[in-house]
Nanobody, 123 residues
């Protein structure tokens, strides 16, 4: 069974930090590009960050550039999203996504999705 499971979400105050994790199973993790997307109620699912196969080039949405960092640990089959200087507008359900081979900023690049983890940032 191919599965992506996010964890690490929570409720915190503006200016704080959080680290999300996404553990993959049932796939050869190192062969996949990985991404993070987020969705607030009534809004579309937007790109946040990605780390590209095969060279681990990273991509970020302008709204999170300089605040968030994506990384991966292939030995743990896990991708991370370090979120610093959090703002209320970062409040959303955060989804992990995967695609075998190349993928980037487009949500349609990805064909595997996790269940999401909620991040709520208060002012």
């Amino acid at each position: 069974q191919v599965q992506l499971v996010e964890s690490g979400g929570g409720l915190l105050q503006a200016g704080g930090s959080l680290r999300l994790s996404c553990a993959a199973s049932g796939l050869t993790f190192s062969s996949y590009s990985m991404g993070w997307f987020r969705q607030a109620p009534g809004k579309e699912r937007d790109f946040v960050a990605a780390i590209r196969w095969p060279d681990d080039v990273t991509y970020y949405a302008d709204s999170v550039k300089g605040r968030f960092a994506i990384s991966r640990d292939n030995s743990k089959s896990t991708v991370y999203l370090q979120m610093n200087s959090l703002k209320p507008e970062d409040t959303a359900n955060y989804y992990c996504a995967a695609r075998r081979g190349l993928a980037g900023r487009n949500r349609n690049d990805y064909n595997l999705w996790g269940q999401g983890t909620q991040v709520t940032v208060s002012s």
